[in-house]
């Protein structure tokens, strides 16, 4: 080891402090200077949701008691982002400022654990760049903000993937079982990530050299177990409280609805959502507005105003008039959105194409960035950095893609949250808030790009990152 190479070594933790201090201070200003107190679209309910939760109401929905005047379970959004800021409510900061905070928190924990996995792919250089990256990503110091779930997402994410590569090189039960718990407690944040969970765990057993069939079957059964462990509890509890339509979390049936109509068919929304596609109980004999007389989706949500007669109609489950369970609506949602979808197959494919490009910003990105600020109310100027981070990130994770083949590593496990932005996008209605983990792993990937041709890198330096171990892994893993 040069010696220049071991100052890396030697100044790492202290250097990744100052930095993850330089990214909390990003967040905290933009927090201070721009959105203080400010939460639109369902930042407003995390809030409200987690004052509920401290105070020992359980898991209620916000939207219930403020529409409806219904104190109704609910499962819209899974409870790890709600639990975190349960905390702070807890301790007496129940404002929407404290909950930001709060989350600016977990915020400088996600610089740290982008800077950790790099580190662990390519060494401490690696780890400082991905650090530096994170810090000052707009996908990544914008989300504290909005009090919604993908800062946590970001985190477990990126500390799933760090563990999946230890596993890769030393395959304990432990690891597996690290991986396994961080991957579904993933899913407690944003529930597209139970796809994470399936398939980064899978691939992990089926992959690694070295294994025969019976200790690939081992570990599958092995990480089914103990992801069970975690996740269906909560599934159980869902059937009790709510009902047996919703399992793991409702919010997709709320998506399904809303992204399938008419309204969202064509037009200004093309491709994304407009709540007056949801179903309301009422009088489906009464006249309702036609689609064409509704106004744009577009004014609807710069006034926060949608007119109530352009919602289909259906009677009521309970002839008694009981008040709804949320599994009543969301079984509601559900059979209007398959079938409408079952009525428009090919228009359906064809926005599902045109969502997953808005997702990853494929497209002119100013005009991405204008159309998702109306509903989402983030700044344009930020929405559009964030995709120019995106296009600088993917084209210099080529590079960092070759140095992780170079040194028998597998570049894979950094790129399977490209399966949830895709078919998260694909099914509701595509926004780059659901690319959150990707964004960690082409940061990761940029960032092994970027040292691989560091300025006064020496050739037996390069020579000692790229060797492989016996068991497939970097020499400089550790």
């Not at 201070?25 to 369902?42: E, I, K, M, P």
């Amino acid at each position: 080891m040069s010696g220049d190479d071991a100052a890396w070594h030697r100044t790492f933790g202290a250097r990744l402090a100052a930095i993850a201090a330089l990214g909390g201070a990003a967040q905290l200003l933009y927090v201070l200077a721009v959105r203080w107190g400010t939460v639109y679209y369902d930042g407003p309910y995390y809030n409200a949701e987690a004052n509920l939760l401290a105070a020992g109401e359980g898991l209620i929905s916000a939207e219930g008691l403020l529409f409806d005047g219904v104190a109704r379970q609910t499962a819209v959004h899974p409870p790890l982002t709600l639990g975190w800021l349960s905390i702070s409510s807890m301790l007496g900061f129940r404002t929407v400022g404290a909950h930001q905070v709060a989350l600016v928190v977990l915020g400088i924990a996600v610089v740290v654990v982008v800077g950790l996995l790099a580190r662990s792919l390519g060494g401490p250089r690696a780890g400082l760049i991905a650090a530096g990256i994170a810090a000052v990503h707009p996908g990544v110091w914008s989300y504290p903000a909005t009090v919604m779930s993908e800062t946590p997402a970001q985190l477990l994410v990126a500390t799933s993937m760090l563990l999946a590569y230890r596993w890769w090189r030393h395959p304990t039960p432990l690891l597996l079982a690290a991986t396994a718990g961080a991957a579904s407690l993933a899913c407690f944040a944003r529930s597209e990530n139970l796809l994470l969970l399936a398939v980064l765990i899978g691939l992990l057993a089926l992959r690694r050299p070295g294994l025969g069939a019976r200790e690939r079957a081992t570990a599958l059964a092995a990480a089914a177990l103990w992801s069970g462990v975690l996740v269906l509890p909560w599934v159980a509890w869902n059937q009790v409280r709510i009902g047996p339509e919703v399992a793991f979390a409702s919010a997709g049936d709320i998506a399904l609805t809303s992204a399938n109509c008419d309204l969202v068919y064509e037009g200004w929304a093309i491709g994304y959502w407009d709540p007056r596609c949801r179903p309301i109980v009422g009088d489906p004999t009464v006249a309702r507005t036609p689609t064409d007389a509704c106004g744009s989706a577009r004014d609807g949500f710069e006034t926060g105003i949608f007119e109530e007669s352009c919602h289909p109609v259906v009677a009521s489950p309970h002839p008694d008039g009981a008040p709804l369970s949320e599994g009543d609506i969301m079984a509601m949602y559900r059979r209007q959105g398959l079938a409408y979808i079952e009525e428009h197959p090919d228009r359906a494919l064809e926005l599902a194409a045109y969502r997953v490009a808005r997702t990853m910003s494929i497209g002119d990105p100013v005009a991405l960035a204008r159309f998702e600020s109306v509903p989402e109310k983030r700044e344009p100027v930020v929405l559009l950095a964030s995709s120019l981070l995106l296009y600088a990130t993917a084209a210099l994770s080529v590079l960092g893609a070759r140095r992780l083949r170079a040194a028998g590593l597998p570049v894979w496990p950094l790129l399977v949250p490209l399966v949830t932005a895709v078919v998260g996008g694909a099914i509701t209605h595509g926004t780059t808030r659901y690319r959150v983990g990707l964004d960690v792993g082409l940061i990761v990937l940029a960032a092994l790009g970027i040292e691989a041709r560091w300025p006064g890198r020496t050739e037996r330096e390069a020579q000692a990152l790229a060797a492989p171990s016996p068991v497939g892994g970097a020499t400089t893993a550790r």
